[in-house]
């Protein structure tokens, strides 16, 4: 039997089933702890990919806070090498279920078996997740008469003939219920098959009265999920008013865009947006969008333009291109098409802009920061890649992009259980209601998850900040700051982790400072974030202006203010470093280089600060090897931190940054010598404190087909004794060192402060290396890194200018030998 001949070389168990072929899938349902399944399983030879052995144990995603080992239920994918061993290995289940003895060699099987509640193939119960029936019950609530819409995820094949018949099988079922389909898109790049449908009332009601039969039995179909599709309800109420521009002269009409906006269509003759804006509308969506609707795409115009207008900061550079993909709907909501698959709108209007459409060529090709303000509400993040997320991440690597995605909001109520009434939770000190509040976060994190795509690994997810320019520190009675501190996380922002525990949101950009109402008590308390107003605690942006007017502004917040100024952050880290009044040290930098260079010097100014401190002591589990699962869970709400852009641009006295980039081959590692001040050895014996940052950014390939998913995994490391003596030290207070290799951008913090003995030509040495993590790839992957070195300015070492002299030339990379 070949289950048991090889397990190890023959099965693979999988935390996603799109990279499973149909036929070959089959499902554990556990019964036992995860812990317990996760031990068995190794002990008879079943090895997990990659990291997916921390994503089954018991974990963020499936222990019981106060219960760790507590039995849970979940499922498991195994990928079985052919028909035959999926076969062999339900023959061996149906044997155990009839309590007949395991065949010889076969008895560990048994103790396995017996953590299982099932062991079956693919079937209609993994084809209906459970927000597609929610879905389903909103959709029959609010228009009975339907039909219903919703997508239909198909499995991919490689041949095209086989992809066709699976179509065809699907269109005659629709059709066979009185359906039609409305859209169908394959994208190969990525493993895509789905198609957008119609179905009658009363067969969507059979699916959830009975979640087995019709479509549910398909064998070619994956999943049915709700439409995926970004959506802005509009403001209720304004809050603004008219705000004084004055012209600043600046002509950017001939300059090239490098940031794009992919959102609603934008009022162009706003004051705040006349002569600024480069517009593509191929869908002519401007002939039905009144201009009064064009809220969202507006707002977050404005900000990356001007920033918050509080703030009163100089616009970008140059213009901003802006590609609509949302449209007022019948309601007045501004959303993505109707009649289109969302990644297929995104697909097409990335494609437009970087290599054209049909006979027209690229509307943009200068772009390097592409804005994605908008999040799939109906896709919460469930350890499973969104297809929209697998979208991003390949149109990264391809075109060479940095997205910026928005978390996502989370507006649902939040019980608070260390407070037995509301006057309790009023009269707590700042401080306790803070803790109890981060800690009912952490309690709930599972229901607070990141909206698709932004779990997606090669862009850059951002958060919302606790901060706003209207806030006073006045509030209604009615109204609570549920934190004392700007560092962190507005309460609706989205929580991490992302796709493969890799940390998310990357950034916590400026969000709003949202307080909390009181909506329930008995026991506990349950708060929840206040909409409104927005002029106590948002950001002030251009708004339409219901009277006709083009001068009117308002206010507003949320990841989406967030992530359109880290947008406007990464346009400014460009400005410098090629746009600089009188040259710049770094113009030269190749353009395929630039969005890895910005990627990286975004993250590099990133802390947790004294609230990463604070959690780290407040969180579980405590004591010795607890950390990592205690950090992701801080790394949940804070990410990296909140980043200081100005900082990485303004190099002082007693810092000094440094930037590389190049191409490094799978298999192979690079060393960088960074040279150090020679100040540094004229204080032999002295306690110094030393700080060192390194950021370590690229895009990686992606292979939907494994379960490693992400191809190239770099890493960068200190070397030698130099540098352990220097810097020894891992700072505790950021992301475990096991957490910042999942993605696609490293960040680490180190220090020291031991008296060390240096030679006057001392360097610190780094080595930068690659490897492969899912499957053979042979192209080298471009990088780029950011590297800090800083002593305080006390110390009087002049670190900037000494390391600047010892640079002559600019730091190479060498080939380094790998033990």
Same mark, same amino acid.
């Given at each position: 039997?070949?289950?048991?001949?090889?397990?190890?070389?023959?099965?693979?168990?999988?935390?996603?089933?799109?990279?499973?072929?149909?036929?070959?899938?089959?499902? *554990?349902?556990?019964?036992?702890?995860?812990?317990? *399944?996760?031990?068995? &399983?190794?002990?008879?030879?079943?090895?997990?990919?990659?990291?997916?052995?921390?994503?089954?144990?018991?974990?963020?995603?499936?222990?019981?806070?106060?219960?760790?080992?507590?039995?849970?239920?979940?499922?498991?994918?195994?990928?079985?090498?052919?028909?035959?061993?999926?076969?062999?290995?339900?023959?061996?289940?149906?044997?155990?279920?009839?309590?007949?003895?395991?065949?010889?060699?076969?008895?560990?099987?048994?103790?396995?078996?017996?953590?299982?509640?099932?062991?079956?193939?693919? @079937?209609?119960?993994?084809?209906?997740?459970?927000?597609?029936?929610?879905?389903?019950?909103?959709?029959?609530?609010? &228009?009975?008469?339907?039909?219903?819409?919703?997508?239909? !995820?198909?499995?991919?094949?490689?041949?095209?003939?086989?992809?066709? %018949?699976?179509?065809?099988?699907?269109?005659?079922?629709?059709?066979?219920?009185?359906?039609?389909?409305?859209?169908?898109?394959?994208?190969?790049?990525?493993?895509?098959?789905?198609?957008?449908?119609?179905?009658?009332?009363?067969?969507?009601? =059979?699916?959830?009265?009975?979640?087995?039969?019709?479509?549910?039995?398909?064998?070619?179909?994956?999943?049915?999920?709700?439409?995926?599709? &970004?959506?802005?309800?509009?403001?209720?109420? +304004?809050? @603004?008013?008219?705000?004084?521009?004055?012209?600043?002269?600046?002509?950017?009409?001939?300059?090239?865009?490098?940031?794009?906006?992919?959102?609603?269509?934008?009022?162009?003759?706003?004051?705040?947006?006349?002569?600024?804006?480069?517009?593509?509308?191929?869908?002519?969506?401007?002939?039905?969008?009144?201009?009064?609707?064009?809220?969202?795409?507006?707002?977050?115009?404005?900000? /990356?333009?001007?920033?918050?207008?509080?703030?009163?900061?100089?616009?970008?550079?140059?213009?901003?291109?802006?590609?609509?993909?949302?449209q007022p709907s019948a309601n007045g909501v501004e959303?993505?098409?109707? #009649?289109?698959?969302?990644?297929?709108?995104?697909?097409?209007?990335?494609? %437009?802009?970087?290599?054209?459409?049909?006979?027209?060529?690229?509307?943009?090709?200068?772009?390097?920061?592409?804005?994605?303000?908008?999040?799939?509400?109906?896709?919460?993040?469930?350890?499973?890649?969104?297809?929209?997320?697998?979208?991003?991440?390949?149109?990264?690597?391809?075109?060479? /992009?940095?997205? +910026?995605?928005?978390?996502? #909001?989370?507006?649902?109520?939040?019980?608070?259980?260390?407070?037995?009434?509301?006057?309790?939770?009023?009269?707590?000190?700042?401080?306790?209601?803070?803790?109890?509040?981060?800690?009912?976060?952490?309690?709930?994190?599972?229901?607070?998850?990141?909206?698709?795509?932004?779990?997606?690994?090669?862009?850059?997810?951002?958060?919302?900040?606790?901060?706003?320019?209207?806030?006073?520190?006045?509030?209604?009675?009615?109204?609570?700051?549920?934190?004392?501190? !700007?560092?962190?996380? #507005?309460?609706?922002?989205?929580?991490?982790?992302?796709?493969?525990?890799?940390?998310?949101?990357?950034?916590? *950009? !400026?969000?709003?400072?949202?307080?909390?109402?009181? $909506?329930?008590?008995?026991?506990?308390?349950?708060?929840?974030?206040?909409?409104?107003?927005?002029?106590?605690?948002?950001?002030?942006?251009?708004?339409?202006?219901?009277?006709? @007017?083009?001068?009117?502004?308002?206010?507003?917040?949320?990841?989406?203010?967030?992530?359109?100024?880290?947008?406007?952050?990464?346009?400014?880290?460009?400005?410098?470093?090629?746009?600089?009044?009188?040259?710049?040290?770094?113009?030269?930098?190749?353009?395929?280089?630039?969005?890895?260079?910005?990627?990286?010097?975004?993250?590099?100014?990133?802390?947790?600060?004294?609230?990463?401190?604070?959690?780290?002591?407040?969180?579980?589990?405590?004591?010795?090897?607890?950390? $990592?699962?205690?950090?992701?869970? /801080?790394?949940?709400?804070?990410?990296?931190?909140?980043?200081?852009?100005?900082?990485?641009?303004?190099?002082?006295?007693?810092? =000094?940054?440094?930037?590389?980039?190049?191409?490094?081959?799978?298999?192979?590692?690079?060393?960088?010598?960074?040279?150090?001040?020679?100040?540094?050895?004229?204080?032999?014996?002295? %306690?110094?404190l030393r700080s060192l940052t390194v950021t370590l950014?690229?895009?990686?390939?992606?292979?939907?087909?494994?379960?490693?998913?992400?191809?190239?995994?770099?890493?960068?490391?200190?070397?030698?004794?130099?540098?352990?003596?220097?810097?020894?030290?891992?700072?505790?207070?950021?992301?475990?060192?096991?957490?910042?290799?999942?993605?696609?951008? +490293?960040?680490?913090?180190?220090?020291?402060?031991?008296?060390?003995?240096?030679?006057?030509?001392?360097?610190?040495?780094?080595?930068?290396?690659?490897?492969?993590?899912?499957g053979e790839y042979k192209d080298p992957v471009p990088?780029?890194?950011?590297?800090?070195?800083?002593?305080?300015?006390?110390?009087?070492?002049?670190?900037?200018?000494?390391?600047?002299?010892?640079?002559?030339?600019?730091?190479?990379?060498?080939?380094?030998?790998?033990?």
């Amino acid at each position: 039997m070949q289950v048991a001949n090889d397990p190890q070389a023959l099965l693979e168990l999988r935390n996603d089933p799109a990279s499973i072929a149909p036929e070959r899938a089959i499902v *554990f349902e556990l019964a036992g702890t995860l812990k317990d *399944f996760h031990a068995q &399983a190794r002990s008879i030879g079943l090895e997990y990919l990659g990291d997916f052995e921390d994503d089954i144990t018991p974990s963020e995603d499936f222990h019981d806070q106060k219960k760790p080992d507590k039995a849970i239920t979940g499922r498991i994918y195994l990928a079985m090498p052919d028909v035959r061993a999926l076969q062999d290995l339900l023959n061996l289940w149906k044997r155990y279920r009839d309590g007949k003895n395991m065949p010889r060699g076969k008895s560990a099987w048994r103790e396995l078996f017996d953590l299982l509640v099932d062991v079956r193939p693919w @079937g209609p119960q993994d084809r209906v997740p459970p927000e597609t029936v929610s879905f389903w019950r909103d959709a029959l609530a609010t &228009a009975p008469r339907g039909p219903v819409r919703f997508e239909i !995820e198909l499995w991919f094949y490689e041949d095209a003939d086989r992809r066709a %018949r699976a179509f065809d099988r699907l269109q005659r079922e629709v059709q066979n219920l009185g359906g039609r389909i409305v859209h169908h898109v394959t994208i190969l790049e990525i493993r895509y098959d789905a198609a957008l449908v119609d179905i009658p009332t009363e067969h969507v009601q =059979a699916l959830i009265d009975h979640p087995d039969v019709t479509l549910a039995r398909v064998d070619e179909v994956m999943f049915l999920r709700p439409q995926s599709a &970004a959506r802005h309800p509009g403001k209720e109420e +304004l809050e @603004g008013a008219d705000g004084e521009v004055v012209p600043d002269g600046q002509d950017i009409s001939q300059r090239a865009p490098i940031a794009a906006l992919l959102d609603g269509l934008p009022i162009q003759k706003h004051a705040r947006l006349d002569g600024r804006l480069i517009m593509d509308d191929p869908d002519n969506l401007e002939s039905a969008y009144v201009v009064d609707q064009r809220e969202h795409g507006t707002a977050m115009a404005s900000l /990356i333009i001007h920033g918050d207008l509080n703030r009163q900061e100089h616009p970008i550079s140059r213009p901003l291109f802006v590609l609509p993909v949302m449209q007022p709907s019948a309601n007045g909501v501004e959303r993505t098409p109707a #009649n289109r698959l969302l990644v297929d709108v995104i697909y097409r209007a990335v494609r %437009r802009i970087k290599e054209g459409d049909g006979d027209h060529p690229a509307t943009a090709p200068d772009v390097i920061l592409i804005n994605l303000s908008l999040c799939d509400e109906w896709r919460p993040f469930a350890r499973v890649m969104s297809p929209l997320g697998r979208l991003l991440d390949y149109l990264a690597y391809r075109y060479n /992009i940095l997205f +910026l995605v928005s978390a996502g #909001n989370v507006l649902d109520r939040l019980t608070v259980p260390n407070f037995a009434n509301s006057n309790e939770f009023r009269n707590a000190t700042p401080k306790k209601r803070e803790q109890a509040i981060l800690s009912a976060l952490n309690a709930n994190k599972s229901q607070r998850t990141l909206f698709s795509p932004a779990e997606a690994m090669n862009v850059l997810t951002i958060g919302a900040a606790h901060r706003g320019s209207a806030f006073n520190g006045g509030l209604p009675r009615d109204l609570i700051d549920p934190f004392t501190d !700007e560092t962190l996380p #507005n309460i609706a922002s989205a929580l991490g982790l992302g796709y493969r525990k890799t940390v998310k949101p990357e950034l916590l *950009f !400026e969000g709003g400072r949202t307080p909390v109402r009181i $909506v329930g008590t008995g026991g506990s308390v349950t708060i929840q974030p206040a909409r409104g107003p927005a002029r106590l605690f948002g950001a002030k942006t251009a708004f339409p202006d219901r009277r006709g @007017g083009t001068r009117y502004e308002d206010f507003t917040w949320g990841t989406s203010v967030a992530t359109a100024l880290a947008t406007r952050a990464g346009h400014r880290i460009h400005d410098v470093l090629v746009d600089a009044a009188g040259g710049s040290n770094h113009a030269d930098i190749p353009p395929k280089y630039m969005p890895l260079v910005v990627k990286a010097l975004l993250v590099h100014g990133a802390r947790w600060g004294s609230k990463g401190t604070m959690l780290d002591s407040l969180f579980q589990p405590q004591g010795q090897g607890q950390h $990592v699962s205690r950090r992701d869970d /801080i790394a949940r709400l804070l990410g990296y931190g909140v980043p200081q852009v100005e900082r990485v641009l303004a190099c002082t006295e007693n810092r =000094a940054t440094l930037l590389g980039y190049g191409e490094i081959a799978v298999g192979s590692a690079l060393r960088y010598r960074i040279p150090l001040p020679p100040d540094l050895s004229a204080i032999r014996g002295k %306690r110094i404190l030393r700080s060192l940052t390194v950021t370590l950014a690229w895009f990686s390939p992606l292979n939907p087909r494994h379960q490693g998913y992400r191809m190239a995994a770099l890493d960068i490391s200190p070397e030698g004794n130099v540098t352990s003596q220097l810097v020894p030290d891992r700072l505790p207070s950021q992301p475990s060192d096991k957490s910042v290799r999942r993605g696609t951008v +490293l960040h680490e913090q180190r220090q020291g402060v031991q008296a060390a003995v240096l030679a006057d030509d001392e360097y610190l040495s780094l080595i930068v290396s690659c490897r492969a993590t899912a499957g053979e790839y042979k192209d080298p992957v471009p990088y780029a890194m950011a590297v800090s070195f800083e002593v305080p300015i006390e110390s009087g070492i002049p670190v900037y200018d000494q390391i600047r002299a010892r640079l002559a030339a600019p730091v190479r990379a060498a080939a380094a030998t790998r033990s």
